[in-house]
């Protein structure tokens, strides 16, 4: 398999009752939801993340590329600060931002 391109959405929201009690906030808090589509190179999706992540302890850090040569790591990536994030299908991690 062989992965072609990756389609995230970030946009606002809040938090509903699930949400708030895995994040420590109340019910309706601000964050983020982000949304990422993977696909393969004839268009089939490969992978599917929903995140959501709170509102007062997330940053983001982009670095846009069209140089292929550029390598992994050269787009964009996600920082939640101390790991307040939920995590679902797949989706890894960032480096806690201190």
């Known amino acids: 398999m062989h992965?072609?391109?990756?389609?995230?959405?970030?946009?606002p929201t809040v938090v509903n009752e699930v949400e708030a009690g895995i994040l420590g906030v109340p019910v309706l808090?601000?964050?983020?939801l982000v949304?990422?589509?993977?696909?393969?190179?004839a268009g089939r999706p490969v992978g599917y993340v929903h995140s959501v992540y709170r509102?007062?302890?997330?940053?983001m850090v982009s670095r846009?590329?069209?140089?292929p040569?550029?390598?992994?790591?050269?787009g964009a990536r996600s920082d939640p600060a101390n790991g307040a994030g939920v995590r679902m299908a797949g989706d890894?991690?960032?480096?806690?931002v201190r």
Do not use: F, H, K, N
């Not at 808090?29 to 983020?32: G, R, T």
């Not at 890894?92 to 806690?96: D, T």
């Open 69 to 74: 040569a550029a390598g992994p790591g050269a």
């Open 92 to 96: 890894r991690p960032g480096r806690p």
């Open 64 to 67: 846009p590329s069209l140089d």
């Open 29 to 32: 808090s601000p964050a983020l």
């Open 55 to 59: 509102g007062d302890r997330y940053r």
């Open 3 to 11: 992965v072609s391109e990756a389609v995230q959405s970030i946009e």
């Open 35 to 41: 949304e990422r589509l993977t696909t393969d190179r």
